[in-house]
Each structure stands twice: as C-alpha cells, then as structure tokens.
C-alpha cells in the first residue's frame, strides 16, 4: 500500500460505498412507501382484492425488498463508520448469512421475479388460449399461483441456508455481507438465474401476448375487437412491468454475472447497479397509474381534494362488472 494510500480515513476508503449505502436506504424508503399504497389501494376492495391477488403479492414481494435495502444499507453504513485499524473485517460464513440482509435480499429478488413471470404467463394464456383461460382462471387458480411463488422463494430461501450451514458455515467472509460471501457461489448463481429469467421471460411472453393482440384486433370483427382491445390494455401493463424489470434487474444482474468472467466493470460503479435492483420496485406505481384504470380510479378517489375528491370519482367496487373474475389486470 503507498503512503497516499495509508493515509485515508475509512470514511475516504469507502466513499463510494457510503454514497451507495446511502442510496440504498432512500430508494429502500421510498419503496417501502410506494408499495404500502399499492397494497392499500388493491385491498381496499373486495373486487380488487380477488382481481388483483398477483399484483398485491408482487407488490409485498418489492415491499420487502425495499426493507431489505433500507436494512443492508444502514447496517453497512454503520459497519464501515465504525471501523478503526483494529476492526476485524472477516467474519464466519454463518454470521453473515443469518444477518438479516442477505435472505431478505433474496426473498425481494425472488419472490417478485416469480410473481411477475407468472402474471406474464396469465397474459400470454389469456391472449393465445383465450377459450381454456377463461374456463380455467379464476380467483382460486390465482390464489394458488400465489402460494406457488410464496413456496418456491421459501425454499429457494431455504436451500440457501442449508447448504451454507452445512459445507461451509466456518470459512470467512468480509464482513461486509453479500449473497456470494453468505451463500456461496453456486447458489449466487442460481440467484441470478431466477431474477434474471423470470423478468426476461415475463418480458417475451408480454411481447408476444401484445403482437398477436394486436394482429387479432385488425383481423377480427367489430363485434370482438372490443374485447381485444381490452386484452392489449392488460398486456400494455404487464409488458410495462416486465420491460422496466428487465431493465432495471435482468440487466444489471448479468453485467455483475459477467464481471471476472467477459468484461470488467469500474469497481465503483458496483454499488450503483445494486442500487437499479431496489429502483425497479418503485417504478410499478407510476406505471398502474397511468395503465390500470382500477388502480387510477381508486387512487383519486382516496385523495381528498380537487377533482379526485372522494365526490368526483366513484369506488372501483361500485362500479358494475360482469367481467370481473375474467382477467387479473382487467
């Protein structure tokens, strides 16, 4: 180490990563807060309730990824201001895989790449097997795909636990806990695998599901070109969704895969493309906002002045529906 170099404050040495810690825990806030709404607005009606079970757990899902990053980015930041020259930076395995962060980082990556893939493959059902989706999907199937992806990312958390108790809970690891450090390499790697995929596959059966909508509703009559015209509006929402997640997660993730193995990356730009993974979980109330009229109409109609007034709009679960258990995002 030069002189220069042995002269820096801990603080100075780890700039970027407190800048980044910093980010984590107001992107982390402002995510929590944003998917309280979405979850509020959605189970605020017995009808939304049922319509939108999907979106409700994926809504939990980037509420606890907001907690994750608000807890890693506080305790991280209190890590490396509390370091002096006598600070032991290497901790068992075990340690940093039962700190809080690291499995709740996991759970808000997973469980949401899970949800979103499924509301994907709901849309490209609806839009290509439109007679079986509509004998077939209805509020318990939707109540069952929810269970599915709540066990699927249990287990996954599961095994990630298991297998570090088990092969390597006494190696060491930088205190400063991340998923690889607390789980290992393989099972980092089955990490991106599930977040990268799921948002990546979500992303194509979407844009299929909106292409062949769209071909549908230039080819058929009058008399169903209003039900097709329907169906693109739900598959607007979920390719918004699914494109804003690829972006955001499936993206950075495998610029990080690749780091060491196809191309280097500036060591300080890291905490930055973590940073995008906790983004993508505020970005999807702006994005029902503009694209789920339900989600609109009850949003105003809790706002208490001007013209979304709770006088000027009328509750979602007033409004007559006979189509109701048809379509998750309808």
Known sequence: MSQANATLTFEQIYANNLRSYLLYVIIGAIAIF??????????????????????????????????????????KQGLVLSMTNSTVTMWPVWSCATEWYPGLLILGAQWPSCVTLLLGLERFAAVHFPVWYKVNMNGNARFKMVVFSVMF??????????????????????????????????????????????????????????????????????????EMGKEITLVRLMLSISFFSTLLVSIPNIILWGIGKVWSVNINSLGYLYVSFCASSVINILIYIFFNKDFRMQLFHFIPIGPWSKSAVTPVNQIPNHNAALSTTR
């Open 34 to 75: 944003t998917n309280i709404i979405i979850v509020v607005i959605f189970s605020s009606s017995s009808l939304l309730r049922i319509k939108y079970q999907l979106l409700i757990a994926l809504a939990i899902g980037e509420l606890i990824n907001g907690v994750a990053f608000v807890v890693a980015g506080v305790t």
């Open 153 to 226: 990312s249990l287990v996954s958390l599961g095994v990630a636990f298991a297998q570090t108790y088990l092969f390597f809970r006494n190696d060491l690891t930088t205190f400063l806990c991340h998923i690889t450090g607390a789980y290992g390499t393989y099972y980092a790697a089955w990490n991106y695998i599930v977040t990268v995929f799921g948002y990546l596959f979500s992303f194509v059966l979407n844009a299929s599901a909106f292409l062949t909508a769209k071909s549908k509703s230039r080819l058929i009559k009058s008399g169903l070109r209003a």
